[in-house]
């Protein structure tokens, strides 16, 4: 029986057999405003209620901002961190500005991916993390995509190396299929893909599991909201895009 | 509750549940012609008759330029120049020719973007600027699009920093179907994607806001009209694109 | 009220709500065989009838061939060149050859933009020109887009400087559907298309204002022909391409 | 009244309004196994018997095999060779071979297109050109395409200032819908475009003049075969290419 | 008579027309998630099974996670290793870990595909091995596509020379319709391909084998699924993807 | 009367009226799996019986590979070889390892195209030659495609020179639709493509003449199959991939 890890996003276990199997390196791939970050917040937010240690790599934003973006949606993970079963690692400042001094967790290089290693490994120890989440890998060889594979299978070394479950945020353009590049979808143990489309006038979320290894899966597209407080999957939806679109409900 | 920033362009605020949450870096994407200057003048201009000081950084035409085409929507922008509450930030002649001799702020070389961020925060808090345009800062990157994803992060550093709502003009080509590149894409807070598309032999304006931090929004995309008094967005229509196009009146 | 100036190409002015607002900077683009160097011959041909003085810059074609093929409509620019209100700018032979020698006009070295600017200053400032046409910017640029913009923004400087309305023709590939690039389309005051489709065995000709400051135009697609007095526009009609193609009266 | 040179293709003329207008540089495009050498052999066969000497430029094939070629058409130049109404330059072999040494007029290096244009020209006086073709320009630029626009504006200078109406042959690939290039597209004065499509399983043959300065000319697409007589053109049908093709005759 | 390998996945040996030709090296193709490793596990561990000793090189893993993928289907191939006929590459540590130094067959360099090659022969030579599995040759010329000829025809000759039949793992992007390019195509003696399909909101598996080397085989896309037992593939069904796609039962 | 060499594969010479034109090069291009070696070794064994000498020049196997496929057709070239009327040219071992040291025409350094000619003419004249297969011309240029035209006009040089009528395999991409790039479309005499298309899950051979300079021929695209006995090509039938397929009989 393989050991999974609840994302407690409602509906979204359903899909995923009861979790992500654990140690799992998930790529979550999406483009622009498809909600990647908050399905990952949520992911950690859900682990900390459950007792499960967590990390948020900040690529993308200040910190402080990260926080401030959980708590819009009622996640304040500060008496976490005060607890020390949280913490975000600053890979965003270099460590420059008031607020960088007051973190912990600082990569000065960002673009040095070994040191973010480092920095990665020293949190996930400290905190005895469970769950982990780099947000995003994708700004880490936006510049230099031949080194895209040898970056994600680093990190997953040390990701799986330490026992964790992780989410790689992977961001796509907004006209761009893939899921982040051949070396990327590849070296994942798991992809799910967040899509934001337009058919016919209307924006339509959804969100499909391409793979998942250790544990079937839906192999459907599902609709999904992003409501005040955080992200609803509907595992017995199905979304049909085409000609305009459908959502039905599905018989099984 | 959100604070909010009224665009007080018709219609458009509705879209955005009540205006563009405070703070946000907003993207304004379209091809050429698509009204993305009018937009951005007009957001300024509804902000100085309410009060809100402003800033309009030109990289797209000379200061002198950009007041006449406002006046010429019978937005006299002198007044509050004069007062204090409004400042053009020259980053179009370099300093060069008559006319750029009377203007405050200028950049000396707008191919340095360091240059350009101390000469905007100058501007923006000796007006107590509370609204912020780039005109465009695809210039910033035309010539090395590498550079985007850095110039667009420590633009939203200054904005967001200083208490900015802002509008980031973006340049798109007319069969471009992005909103300015990956880096780009990503690293706003919001996207408004405005567009001019032929359908049958008729040229059709419409717009859609792709994503907008910290508010819900209209998922639909709207049918807007450029007049001699701005633009006029149809929050209560949406434009259909298919096969011909249909604009219909939407029940909710 | 904004400041007109009449094309005199039938049918266009109607399109164009009474003609090109004054100092505008138009791009003229179009694929091989579309009439763009007749619209611009026309366009020149009607302001010397009409009593404006104008400055045609041949980066094509000889000048002696411009002249050919102005005679070739009736258009005979010789006795406006001989009672000054007429120039022909050579920056096609490079002053090389008999003909050559006669041209009172000429850019020694057409791959610097900053001479021929300053060649093109002279013959305004010469004839007292109202009207400019260059033929075409992108000989300026195709060995080198990466100075697209840059080139067009100078000449900008120039021709909207010095008082004149000005036709920048565009040259873009058949198989092209962009107007001559980002840099360019976005720099330009008014765009209008040419085009030459195959629809099912048969080349239809049909053009579209997609953009011009200063005034509301036409938002259709429309018919036009060149006949041997040059092109004539159908402003009442309406070319749509789809399956097939149809060309209707519009109602309005 | 535009004087015009017939090409004497049987059909052609009809669809050219009476012939090639005089000194007109055609660009004759058209992908593998389009018929591109057939048509160029036969406008010149034709002027030879019509008495306009002709000069054929062979950068694709020894000029042995050229005239095997023509000769399989029942086109003998050598009589015409003999009495000097005819030439051939060979720009194939550098001089190299047997063969080569009985040539008259050889380019020693093809790659240096001004040797090219010295034995152009002396060939076209030699003869007294009135017709030219060059088979293939391609070849001058395949290998650098940056200089495709000097090396066609090159030799249109040579060959309509020496008075000779003329047919640059212009390879494209199977897969490619343009005629050879932007450069090349607007610096000729007319293009003729032979295509080759299959269509349901059926090779189709046609052609179409896409653009004819000095002239008005058919705007159909028109089917054409290739007989052991030369090709034959159809002025009175025209192909429609669509789902399937239709091949109509037409009623004007 | 062609001596066959039977790959022995449910229903794969009838669309083979009894199994794989004897020396063949196969191309496995397919996009992240198709099952690629999957299906070359079971293709060895069914060898093993029926005598057939073993070697399977791991470029994508870790040796000990490969066996623990392994196990997971109930396939253990450690008492094999233990009584000498299967053996696992190590081309991914480079030597490096704990685990690392327990493993027999280590690639020090696994950039070096020579070093590859010597270890590879030392490997199918030890345990007599008659199946080889690459996993993945991607890997091997990913940062380097213009090797990717020479580095299978390199395998190829190792593989065939020394009488194994082998399965070349070869990762495409999933939006790549090709088998990994074309000196990859051309060079293998048999592709399969893995499909894994969206068709109107559910997922799709399927395989087609595009060429073998030395037999009939299907000429049908067949339904496939992945079970907690491994690969079964439908020989008497046949997927047709188009609008919406079918599965149909296949007469003969 | 045109001099013809029959294929002598069945259907094949009617679709050629009567077989390949003498000392014509032909291109046989298409994707993996498609029949290309198949075709050549037929079009040189049906020579062999008919006392037409030939030569095999190997790129892409083991020279003793090349024989072990042929046989499997059960054509046996090496009595052939024995009374010196059949070749084959190793550019494939470089001359490394026992078998290659008993092969007799061995180009010591495949790259080397001068080499490659040099010892193509000595084998073409030993056994005297009348028909000339390269598998692959691809191959000599994959990693210098700049390389392409002027490696198959030295070719065409050689075979045509030296009276041989030839088959040059060329290799495409899965994906690709052309014939291998403008400079080797253009230089070939003939081009036959051979493909392999899935539709509606089935995969369907079919061929296509694109052209043959010398003759008239099928401009229709037949069915073929591939059987142990070699290729059958059915000229009275012709292949409509559109929506489906439909392989009809037909009329003439």
């Known amino acids: 029986m393989v ?18 199997p654990a140690r799992n390196v998930v790529l979550l791939s999406g483009g622009p405003g498809t909600g990647k970050s908050i399905f990952s917040y949520q992911y950690l ?10 990390v948020f790599v900040a690529l993308e ?57 480092d920095v990665l490994k020293e949190a996930i120890r400290d905190v005895g993390a469970k769950r982990v989440v780099i947000d995003s890998v994708s700004t880490l060889y936006l510049a230099r995509p031949a080194l895209a594979r040898r970056t994600v299978m680093l990190l997953k070394r040390i990701l799986s ?13 907004v006209t761009e299929r893939g899921f982040g590049g051949p070396g990327v979808e590849h070296a994942a143990d798991g992809i799910i893909r967040l899509d934001l489309d337009e058919v016919d ?31 609803i999957v509907y595992p017995d939806k199905v979304v049909r895009l085409g000609r305009g679109f459908r959502i039905e409900r599905t018989e099984g």
Not at 45 to 54: A, F
């Open 3 to 20: 050991e999974r890890v609840k994302t407690g996003i409602p509906g979204m276990d359903e899909i995923l057999n009861g979790g992500i």
């Open 45 to 54: 937010w859900n682990g900390l209620r459950q007792g499960d240690p967590g």
């Open 61 to 117: 934003e200040h910190p402080v901002q990260v926080r401030i973006n959980m708590s819009q949606f009622g996640w304040d993970v500060r008496p976490y961190e005060r607890e020390g079963t949280f913490a975000v690692v600053d890979a965003f400042t270099g460590g420059v500005g008031e607020a960088a001094k007051r973190e912990r967790y600082v990569v000065r290089d960002p673009e040095d991916v070994g040191l973010l290693g």
């Open 161 to 173: 190396g330490l026992g964790t479950t992780s989410i790689l945020v992977s961001q796509v353009s």
């Open 201 to 231: 006038g209307e924006l339509v979320r959804s969100l499909i599991v391409w793979k998942m290894r250790g544990t079937a899966h839906s192999m459907r597209r599902h609709p999904f909201e992003i409501t005040s407080k955080g992200i």
